[in-house]
């Protein structure tokens, strides 16, 4: 799909130094974050979960520069979000500091391995954790309804 839509001339266009990508209309990733957004700001998800996968799969980013990117737009827009719902009163302070704390610990490894594993290792890992993810999912709503 990214070929494809790096046929798509649509101006303005941008260059990706980094990700070897000569040419890509500034409309398509446009899109693309605006629809994680909405998912963001609905659900709580987006970052990682659903960037990492457009960047690679629809944008056409090589795997650690898609990890790199990601993480830096998650920042960035999980900042706006953070505040947003602090002010909202929608934050357990004391919960995020220890989500943090065990946080930092698991990027400094999960850092550490990234650079080791391979682009491929890594996109098998994520599709695990995706799975996963969707059974859990799927197994509630079936011991909700059932159960």
Same mark, same amino acid.
């Given at each position: 799909?990214?070929? $494809?839509?790096?046929?798509?001339? =649509?101006?303005?266009?941008?260059?990706?130094?980094?990700?070897?990508? #000569?040419?890509?209309?500034? $409309?398509?990733? !446009?899109?693309? %974050? &605006?629809?994680? *957004?909405?998912?963001?700001?609905?659900?709580?998800?987006?970052?990682?979960?659903?960037?990492?996968?457009?960047?690679?799969? !629809?944008?056409?980013?090589?795997? +650690? /520069? #898609?990890?790199?990117?990601?993480?830096?737009?998650?920042?960035? %827009?999980?900042?706006?979000? #953070?505040?947003? +719902?602090?002010?909202?009163?929608?934050?357990? /302070?004391?919960?995020?500091?220890?989500?943090?704390?065990?946080?930092? !610990?698991? &990027?400094? =490894?999960?850092?550490? &391995?990234?650079?080791?594993?391979? *682009?491929?290792?890594?996109?098998?890992?994520? %599709?695990?954790?995706? #799975?996963? *993810?969707? %059974?859990?999912?799927? $197994?509630?709503?079936?011991?909700?309804?059932?159960?």
């Amino acid at each position: 799909m990214s070929r $494809w839509l790096r046929t798509i001339r =649509l101006r303005p266009t941008l260059f990706f130094p980094r990700s070897g990508i #000569a040419s890509y209309s500034i $409309w398509i990733p !446009v899109v693309l %974050a &605006v629809f994680v *957004g909405i998912l963001t700001g609905l659900m709580g998800v987006g970052g990682g979960f659903i960037n990492f996968p457009l960047l690679i799969y !629809v944008i056409g980013v090589p795997t +650690h /520069i #898609a990890v790199g990117t990601s993480v830096f737009q998650v920042l960035l %827009a999980s900042g706006y979000g #953070a505040t947003r +719902h602090l002010l909202l009163g929608n934050v357990e /302070i004391i919960l995020v500091v220890i989500l943090f704390v065990g946080s930092f !610990v698991g &990027v400094q =490894l999960g850092v550490k &391995v990234s650079q080791v594993l391979g *682009g491929r290792s890594i996109r098998r890992y994520f %599709a695990l954790v995706v #799975a996963q *993810g969707v %059974a859990l999912v799927i $197994w509630d709503l079936i011991r909700q309804t059932f159960f």
